[in-house]
């Protein structure tokens, strides 16, 4: 269980945190960018291979798709802001509270 104490020191140490020379991100997350690329490539050529049903190519998922990918492929700041924004819903001050389940 985290402490209160230890929690506040390790939100704290985050939010100083200095953040990796590009060199150093690069040689630590390669493999698994990689990985998780050639994971999305695969699942489209899934996709891909089955569309008897004419509706998929335009299904609005594969355009979400599309879009995070477009994103990924810019030389822009805040990609996963971006990406989380394509795969969110627009806030609704209207949604109801949700209630406890007991």
């Given at each position: 269980m985290t402490t209160p104490l230890a929690a506040l020191q390790t939100?704290?140490?985050?939010?100083?945190?200095?953040?990796?020379?590009?060199?150093?991100?690069?040689?630590?997350?390669?493999?698994?960018?990689?990985?998780?690329?050639?994971?999305?490539?695969?699942?489209?050529?899934?996709?891909?291979?089955?569309?008897?049903?004419l509706e998929i190519p335009n299904d609005p998922r594969l355009a979400k798709f599309r879009q995070a990918l477009a994103i990924l492929s810019a030389d822009e700041a805040d990609r996963a802001g971006q990406?989380?924004?394509?795969?969110?819903?627009?806030?609704?001050?209207?949604?109801?509270?949700?209630k406890p389940r007991f």
């Open positions: 939100e704290t140490r985050y939010m100083n945190a200095v953040p990796l020379p590009a060199e150093k991100a690069l040689e630590q997350y390669f493999l698994e960018a990689r990985c998780k690329l050639l994971d999305l490539a695969a699942i489209l050529d899934r996709i891909q291979r089955g569309t008897e049903d990406i989380q924004k394509i795969f969110s819903l627009e806030y609704d001050a209207a949604w109801k509270r949700p």
